[in-house]
């Protein structure tokens, strides 16, 4: 199992390495002047050309990703070009923010949806299963900003319950773990874990019913076993599927939703993407991107590794 | 007393979009220590006379009538609980396909032991201890590395001996074994006959052998039921059908195995096929393929004609045959 672990890890270089290639060239490809944002509407050709060498923007684009990937190894991802901070300070703290966000409405959507999709795969074709379905479907098609407006509407504006953007009373300051903090958790958490809740619903319906169809399940009732360690049978066969569904959804949402976070004005990575595309900022869109794209490499390793511990039949030799 | 599995009159049958007459009218017995065939096509019923003695089929869209006694106790009136403690510990199955019957993603000492902890309450070194010393008796080699082996790290044959090591575990009274030979190759399937047929001596259990294959009913049953249509059409000796049977059904299937063929001719085949299931019969299932089919075979189920030996079929042709000429 450890040459296993090791083996990934090695493969995983070559992907990181790729990925970081892959996220340079994309931002390098994009149409649009970096420096647009920086210089003012009259500056002189002097002055562009000046910034241009202090950004480093004037040299052949090998060269760039070669010293900006000597850098990034080093942890310095450069500076924001519009606050002129480190990239890698603002990514951290947006990548935390979202991260939080990520985790609180993972563990709504998992549980509901290991909940939903186990009930409705045990009680297939009856009502039960409709309305788990249902909900399931509805989870997956409703778009999220467009529900994360409605609860707000109705959470906020309406009844006034909950605040409706930020992340925390002092703006986006330090985060805590209380109500105070928490309550602006709220909306933008169920807003995000409303897919994620529908797609492990579906999948765990289909795989608890097919699971209940194969012949083991009735072999083991035939040795004797109760319908509770029938249930864990099925639970543990079903567990690699789920968990490589799970592994990719929380992926998904420690990505951080631009338009989630955008609508809850949420200061997660989301949020920061959206503002480094908007304010044609170059260094913290790479690091952003490059962040981001290393979080899922070491994310679908982490579920691979989970996998391969819980299914023998996935190899380890 | 001395009848561990007495079935009157069980009817099956499913509902759900299509009703389907699974089993009509069946009746058999089985001794203490008895092989017992249970003979016939796919869909004939055989299968489900086997999950119907331990209430495997689905509930909901089953309906079971007659009665069903085994080891002296009522199965049809057992609680969910009651099933439960029945099932693997008095009676128990071994399936048509190992490879799926085995839950993949347990250790065959897994499978094995939770049995064993479940019916006799043993710790579950104690119960290791059991599966390594049924993996013995059902002689897989290298038992003891074979423990932690998962059931797709072994090959077909293997896999089907650790499936009788696991109905066997608890030592039930009789063993209920679905085609437990189909899915293997020739030579592994005589093997596995040898090695049931040394255990039911050696455990003195009764075993109902359902099998589709007269050359693997030979091997091992002492008496055999043919089945068509979800009834049992002749049971007698495996003796007496082989060499002389009474109902037209198994003369056909007699007729169309290989033995005594000669090469270039045909094969001898049944014309036609077995009906729809959809109704109850109110005549001779086989009356439409029978060359012999009278008018009044149509007309009404045909009675269980005894013909003495414990010899019975259910044909109007074993009228003319006095119980005293067998």
Known sequence: MLAYVARRFVYAVPIVLSVALVCFLLVHITPGDPLVAVLPADASQELAAQLRTAYGFDRPLPVQFGLWLWKAVHGDLGNSIATGRPVLSEVIRAVANTVTLAVVAAVIGFTLGLFFGIVAGYFRNTWIDKVATSVAIAGVSLPHYWLGMVLVIIFSVQLNWLPAVGAGPGGSGEWKWDWAHLSYLVLPAITTSVIPMGIVTRTVRALTGDILSQDFVEALRAKGLSETHVFRHVIKNAAPTALAVMGLQLGYMLGGSILIETVFSWPGSGLLLNSAIFQRDLPLLQGT?????????????????????????IKRG | MTKLVEVENLNVRFTGERTVHAINGVSFSLGEGEVLGLLGESGSGKSVTLRALMRLLPKKRTVINGSIRVAGRDVLALDDDELSMFRGATVSMIFQEPALALDPVYTIGQQISEAVIRHEGKSQREATARALEMLEVVRIPSAKRRLDAYPH??????????????????????????EPTTALDATVQIQILLLLRELQREFGMSVIFVTHDIGVAIEICDRVAVMYAGQIVETGTLRQIVRSPLHPYPRGLLASTTHGAKRGQRLETIPGTPPSLDKAPTGCSFAPRC?????????????????????????????????ASV
């Open chain 2, 153 to 178: 790290e072994m090959s077909g044959g293997m896999r089907q001996r650790a499936m009788i090591a696991l109905a066997l575990a608890c030592k039930p009274k009789i063993l209920l074994a679905d």
């Open chain 2, 291 to 323: 060359a012999l089919a009278e008018a009044r075979c149509t007309e009404a189920l045909p009675p269980a004609i005894d013909v003495g030996d414990g010899r019975m079929a259910r044909c109007v042709l074993a009228e003319r045959i006095q119980p």
């Open chain 1, 289 to 313: 991107i490059l962040v981001l794209a290393l979080f899922f490499v070491f994310l679908n390793l982490m579920v691979d590794i989970a996998q391969a511990s819980i299914d023998p039949r």
